[in-house]
T-cell receptor, first 112, second 113 residues
């Protein structure tokens, strides 16, 4: 079993749609969680951290369910510019080991 | 401000040659990471440096791979006797004391012929 699993997609949605991605992780002691965005042939960039209470940044909402070991990302009112691969990222182990484990990514295509 | 920089941006080498990839982290960032990403794949952790602590080398795929970080700043990833399966984009990232998000450089695209 992969340490961080995501549905690779692709998710094809029209502009203005709401889309949600889920991710599961295997290590129950994982401490910190993130969503990264990666555009084609570019480096990953931090989209947002994920907090236990859930957090929102504009059109983006991240949720964490520790009991079920899954993380979600909700994008409202999708824009063409949201087309990218979204990487679920987990800091494995207890404490701050610093070693982030990346999921394979979920590809989003927003169509006009 | 300046982000993470990597050089070269592209490297083509012949099988069996050694290569060195360089990473300049963001000034003041104490943690530095190397990942690699093969075509269409996710990021694979290679090695992690945190301050003066012993590096976490658990991701290095073989003893042909090694990395150094001099003076707590610049890092060099060395691949000896390159193989075709080493072809990938090698990404460096840095962060403050291993906390928070990591800031990635643009990567070095390595092609082994």
């Amino acid at each position: 079993r992969k340490e961080v699993e995501q549905d690779p997609g692709p998710f094809n949605v029209p502009e203005g749609a709401t889309v949600a991605f889920n991710c599961t992780y295997s290590n129950s002691a994982s401490q910190s969680f993130f969503w990264y965005r990666q555009d084609c042939r570019k480096e990953p960039k931090l989209l947002m951290s994920v907090y236990s209470s859930g957090n929102e940044d504009g059109r983006f909402t991240a949720q964490l369910n520790r009991a079920s070991q899954y993380i979600s990302l909700l994008i409202r009112d999708s824009k063409l510019s949201d087309s990218a691969t979204y990487l679920c990222v987990v800091n494995m182990g207890s404490g701050n080991t610093g070693k982030l484990i990346f999921g394979q990514g979920t590809t989003l295509q927003v169509k006009p | 401000g300046a982000g993470v920089s990597q050089s070269p941006s592209n490297k083509v080498t012949e099988k069996g040659k050694d290569v060195e990839l360089r990473c300049d982290p963001i000034s003041g960032h104490t943690a530095l990471y190397w990942y690699r990403q093969s075509l269409g794949q996710g990021l694979e952790f290679l090695i992690y440096f945190q301050g003066n602590s012993a590096p976490d080398k658990s991701g290095l795929p073989s003893d042909r791979f090694s990395a150094e970080r001099t003076g707590g700043s610049v890092s060099t990833l060395t691949i000896q006797r390159t193989q075709q399966e080493d072809s990938a984009v090698y990404l460096c990232a840095s962060s403050l004391a291993g906390r928070g998000g990591r800031f990635f450089g643009p990567g070095t695209r390595l092609t082994v012929l």
